[in-house]
């Protein structure tokens, strides 16, 4: 077998298993169980297992166009790719997505600043596109409001009006919904028939309709005009080195202070006990340390990368102590832990810095909305 063979099989064999797992995360959210299931819980089979492909197939098209797009994009500009790997993950012991995504690997350097923008760009776009035709059958197609009774027969005794009683005693983190952006409220307002509309906790059970919303969450990700992120290849083409090299640190230190406000306020230190006190402190400590681990390649200077984790730091604290009603969203936190720890805040520098003509400038700045248009302050709700 030579080496093409067995790239090949690799690719497609990632590919298959991660059909399978985000089948079976799907076919989970769909009915609200587990195919290994807790004590007293009703097991998933096999009926249930092909009703996942709803999500899985949506879902890994939209993943499969972005990524080559990624990739028909670099042959264009005669870079050399591989073939995307999909990332599969599916741990039997609790609900997931079934993949933590795909990517290609770029085997050159890319000495242009307008070919780190074609590719850049390319996927996103391509990928928001069947987005947005999924969402569009999604919110076309969804069934009788009563759908929801086969799911939590439980509810039927409140009627359609379930939504004000059936979450009022669960337990923390009993129910996941899905929040808004820009496109999910346009087309859960203008396209869906409203009486059809679930609750935002019970949007999970509509494959199609989860299936595009990760699609617009992941695409507001990668947009996040950072780093080495889609977002931040379109960025840099737009505006060059110079100004990126400022402007990105700034975003970066945006989105960090927007994830972690609220988190923690003056008033959580006010507490009876010295025990509590310093239980709060000791967590104190550990975000404060997360967030500087964080900011740690924001600059060569330790001490500067200190000073800003001190600063959001204080910054937080005034704004929670002035207004206590003010919140980010924390769940934003280990994706800022990534992307400033690992996935790197600046952008690698090219050796041609040709501006980039009319038409990629256009579809530069369309791509930036886009990313307003599918980022949600708050993406999941916790109830």
Request: proline share 6%; charged share 15%; aromatic share 18%.
């Amino acid at each position: 077998m030579n080496q093409r063979t067995k790239t090949y099989l690799l690719h497609g064999g990632l590919f298959l298993i991660t059909l399978v797992t985000t089948t079976l995360a799907g076919a989970e959210w769909m009915f609200g169980r587990l195919f290994i299931p807790f004590e007293g819980m009703k097991p998933l089979g096999w009926s249930e297992f092909v009703a996942g492909l709803q999500f899985s197939l949506p879902f890994l098209a939209i993943l499969t166009v972005h990524e080559f797009g990624h990739y028909f994009t670099a042959k264009a500009n005669k870079v050399r790719v591989t073939l995307p790997f999909y990332i599969p993950l599916w741990l039997g012991i609790g609900q997931s997505i079934g993949t933590l995504g795909a990517f290609i690997r770029i085997k050159d350097y890319i000495n242009s600043r307008r070919k780190y923008f074609d590719i850049g760009i390319a996927g996103p776009l391509a990928g928001f596109v069947l987005a947005l035709a999924v969402l569009w059958y999604a919110f076309t197609h969804l069934p009788p409001p009563e759908f929801i009774f086969t799911i939590h027969p439980e509810y039927q005794k409140w009627g359609l009006d379930y939504g004000n009683y059936a979450y009022q005693n669960l337990p923390e983190g009993g129910a996941v919904g899905l929040g808004d952006n820009l496109l999910f409220y346009f087309f859960k307002t203008y396209v869906a028939d409203p009486a059809r509309v679930p609750h935002a906790y019970e949007m999970i059970h509509y494959p199609y309709v989860l299936a595009g919303y990760l699609a617009l969450f992941f695409t507001s990700l990668n947009l996040i005009p950072i780093g080495q992120l889609d977002g931040g290849h379109i960025l840099y083409g737009l505006i060059g080195r110079k100004r990126f090299q400022w402007v990105a640190p700034t975003l970066f230190i945006v989105f960090a202070f927007y994830a972690g406000l609220g988190q923690f306020k003056p008033s959580d230190f006010a507490v009876s006990s010295d025990e509590a006190f310093f239980s709060e402190l000791g967590s104190f400590g550990l975000y404060v340390f997360v967030l500087f681990l964080a900011f740690s390649r924001i600059s060569e200077n330790r001490i500067t990368s200190l000073l800003v984790t001190l600063s959001v730091v204080t910054a937080q604290l005034i704004v929670s102590w002035i207004r206590p009603d003010l919140e980010g969203y924390s769940g934003f936190m280990i994706f800022v832990l990534v992307l400033g720890r690992f996935l790197g805040v600046y952008h690698p520098e090219t050796e041609l810095e040709e501006p980039l003509d009319a038409k990629r400038q256009v579809l530069g700045w369309i791509a930036l909305l886009v990313f307003v248009l599918c980022f949600s302050p708050r993406p999941f709700l916790i109830a």
